[in-house]
């Protein structure tokens, strides 16, 4: 099990440039936007230390199977686009207290104390 500090994204990137709908943004072409600005974004979370662990975390949602070629830079885009969609989610809660006693999320994301942390449970 992985936890990926994470706070540093939670206080200064902008979720609706990496996760974000047609419905929102009014963009038919949103997926591919978003896909593009993940792969270029300076925010960095995995690297060979956690790699299969992202690998692992991503294969249990079963759209991938080729995720053991997939090269960091790609894992690491989707694993912010990841971490977007559910901070997106959590914007619909009056504060983290109603998030965290949802039953309707997933709960990989946390905090513990000051910090953010984002696990990569399988």
């Given at each position: 099990m992985t936890e990926i500090k994470i706070t540093d994204f939670v206080n200064n990137a902008d979720t609706r440039v990496y996760s974000n709908s047609i419905a929102n943004s009014g963009r038919q072409d949103i997926g591919k936007v978003t896909w593009n600005n993940a792969k270029k974004s300076e925010f960095?979370?995995?690297?060979?230390?956690?790699?299969?662990d992202c690998i692992d975390f991503f294969k249990e949602y079963g759209a991938w199977d080729d995720l053991d070629k997939w090269p960091i830079k790609e894992l690491n885009a989707l694993f912010i686009q990841m971490v977007s969609g559910d901070l997106n989610e959590m914007d619909?809660?009056?504060?983290y207290e109603e998030y965290e006693a949802s039953e309707q999320v997933s709960h990989n994301i946390f905090k513990s104390g000051d910090d953010w942390y984002f696990g990569l449970y399988h």
């Open positions: 960095s979370f995995i690297n060979k230390s956690n790699k299969q619909a809660f009056d504060s």
